[in-house]
Structure formats: structure tokens, C-alpha cells
């Protein structure tokens, strides 16, 4: 699948994945639909050579029990970052507990949250979470 997991891996493909953000919101700039951006960083991440998944189910396991839900998530990166992109004013705090929620049950150990309305994308529009998966993972 990859070369061994670590957190250096990990931050290093947070890095490609926010540069892949940076290139499609330099392309199309702002006010366009997150589908838009979606399937452009999607595209981009393609051409990069990197292995994704869109749009595909979040399995929640309740009591043993897993329950047929419509909960999607956006983008799932080398099986190992999820991405919620946006095209947003402003984010809500909702979609910080959102983003968890994914990496709970995706069981990925990071998270990005791309808003692709802002002017500055990396100093403005992305927000990465840990967690304890990434807290467990060696450094190198």
C-alpha cells in the first residue's frame, strides 16, 4: 500500500494533498460549487499519481450493528487522510465534529477540511486534525 506509515509520512502527504488544494483554487479561483472542487482535486490528485475514493459510504458500526446510512464522505486520500471540502463564507463548527466523525469510522489517523472560498487557501482554507491513530504512529 504504501511505504511504512509514520507521522512524517503522513504530515508529508497533508503537504501533496494541500498543494494539490492550492493548484485547483489557482485554476478556478473562488465562488464555485464544492462538487466543482471536489472533482478537480480529485483530478489533481490523479495527475500527482496519488490513490483516492469519492463519495463513497461511511460504515457506522452501532452495537455490532452496521447501519445503512447515506453518510458520504467527500475524499479519502491513500486510505489514509479524509478530505471535507467546502465552498463556504465561513466554516461552522459543526463540520469540525463532522470530520472527526469521518475519521472515527474510516479509522484514518488525519483530516483535512479544504474551504476553497477563501482568498488565501493555505493560510485561510484548510484546517488539519490528528487523532489518536496519528498520536500512535512512530515519528519516522
Not at 475524499?75 to 472527526?100: N, T
Not at 487523532?131 to 512512530?138: G, R, Y
Request: net charge neutral; charged share 25%; glycine share 4%.
Amino acid at each position: 500500500m504504501h511505504q511504512k506509515v509514520s507521522k512524517k509520512y503522513i504530515n508529508w502527504l497533508t503537504y501533496q494533498i494541500i498543494g494539490c488544494a492550492i493548484e485547483v483554487h489557482r485554476a478556478l479561483g473562488a465562488g464555485l460549487l464544492e462538487k466543482v472542487y471536489e472533482k478537480a482535486l480529485c483530478r489533481e490528485l490523479e495527475l500527482r499519481g496519488f490513490e483516492y475514493k469519492q463519495q463513497c459510504s461511511v460504515e457506522v458500526d452501532y452495537k455490532a450493528c452496521i447501519l445503512s446510512l447515506e453518510l458520504r464522505y467527500d475524499v479519502l486520500v491513500e486510505r489514509l487522510i479524509v478530505i471535507e471540502a467546502k465552498a463556504v463564507l465561513q466554516m461552522a463548527p459543526v463540520i469540525d465534529s463532522q470530520l472527526l466523525t469521518y475519521m472515527y469510522h474510516l479509522k484514518v489517523p488525519k483530516g483535512i477540511l479544504i474551504n476553497f472560498n477563501a482568498v488565501n487557501l493555505y493560510r485561510d482554507g484548510t484546517k488539519t486534525m490528528v487523532n489518536k491513530l496519528f498520536q500512535e504512529l512512530p515519528e519516522e
